[in-house]
C-alpha cells in the first residue's frame, strides 16, 4: 500500500497536500490558435472563457497561455488555450508555443481572403515544429459581419454583404480541409456574437481525447458517455494512480 505524505514528489510534480495533488491531476489538454494577425484569436478566447467581447484591437505579443476547467464525459479538463500573434516578425516565436499543443485551431478572417491564403504556410509550420501529431481545425472568423452567413449552412454568394468586399466562401474552406486531411468539421464562427465559439471547442477537446484514448488503447463512445466495459465514466472505478496528466 502507497502512502502519500506532505511535500512528497507524485508523477514528476511537487505537491505540498493532497489538495494541490488532486489539482495537478487534472488532465490538461492544450490548445493552440494560430493565423494571421487580427483574424480575431484573442477576441475568439476571450469569448470563450469570459463570454465577453470589445471591438477593439487587441495585440498579442509573443503569445499567452489562458486556463478554463471544462467537464466532458463527466471528466474534469483543464484546458490551455495558447494565444499566439500573427504577425510576420512573430512567426518564429509561435512553434516554441505550440510545439507541445494536442490541438490547433487555425483561424481566418472569411472577410479577409489573404488570412485564408496563409492557411497554408501556417499548416506547414505546423506539421513541422510541432511534437506531436495534433488535432488541426480550421474556422473562419467574422462571420457576423455576413447578414446571410448567420448560421451553419454555406453563404448564398462569395460577397461580404456589410462591406462589400470579397469573403472567402464556405466550400473553398471545406475543399481545403479535406484536401489537408483536417479535422473534418469546418464551421464559421464570430467571437463577436458567441456563434458557434462554444462548440468548435468541445468538438476539439473531444476529438483530442478520442486520439489519445485511442492510443491508449481505450474505446471511446462519444453518444453514450462509455468507456470499454460498457459502464458510464461516472460509473468506472478511478484510480489517482492512473490518471494521465498530460503536459
Not at 512528497?8 to 493532497?18: E, W
Not at 489538495?19 to 491531476?25: E, I, N, S, Y
Not at 462519444?222 to 494521465?244: N, Q
Request: proline content about 4%.
Amino acid at each position: 500500500m502507497f502512502k502519500a505524505t506532505a511535500g512528497c514528489v507524485y508523477m514528476g510534480v511537487s505537491a505540498s497536500n493532497s489538495g494541490d495533488r488532486d489539482k495537478q491531476l487534472v488532465p490538461k489538454v492544450k490548445i493552440a490558435l494560430v493565423g494571421t494577425y487580427a483574424v480575431g484569436k484573442t477576441s475568439i478566447i476571450t469569448r470563450y472563457i469570459r463570454e465577453t467581447f470589445s471591438s477593439e484591437y487587441i495585440y498579442t505579443r509573443g503569445g499567452n497561455i489562458h486556463k478554463k476547467f471544462i467537464t466532458v464525459y463527466g471528466q474534469k479538463l483543464q484546458i490551455e488555450l495558447i494565444d499566439t500573434g500573427g504577425q510576420d516578425y512573430q512567426k518564429e516565436i509561435a512553434p516554441t508555443l505550440y510545439k507541445v499543443a494536442q490541438g490547433v485551431l487555425i483561424v481566418h478572417d472569411i472577410s479577409k481572403p489573404s488570412s485564408f491564403e496563409d492557411v497554408e504556410e501556417w499548416l506547414t509550420s505546423i506539421r513541422q515544429k510541432t511534437l506531436g501529431d495534433p488535432v488541426i481545425m480550421l474556422i473562419g472568423n467574422k462571420n457576423d459581419l455576413d447578414p446571410l452567413g448567420k448560421t451553419d449552412d454555406p453563404p448564398a454568394t462569395n460577397k461580404n454583404l456589410t462591406t462589400g468586399l470579397a469573403r472567402v466562401s464556405y466550400e473553398q474552406c471545406e475543399e481545403k480541409v479535406h484536401q489537408e486531411g483536417l479535422l473534418p468539421f469546418y464551421s464559421e464562427v464570430s467571437a463577436k456574437t458567441g456563434m458557434n465559439i462554444d462548440p468548435v471547442f468541445e468538438l476539439l477537446v473531444k476529438e483530442i481525447l478520442h486520439k489519445q484514448n485511442r492510443l491508449l488503447g481505450t474505446i471511446w463512445e462519444p453518444d453514450l458517455g462509455k468507456v470499454d466495459d460498457g459502464r458510464s465514466a461516472a460509473e468506472k472505478p478511478t484510480s489517482k494512480s492512473l490518471t494521465c496528466t498530460i503536459l
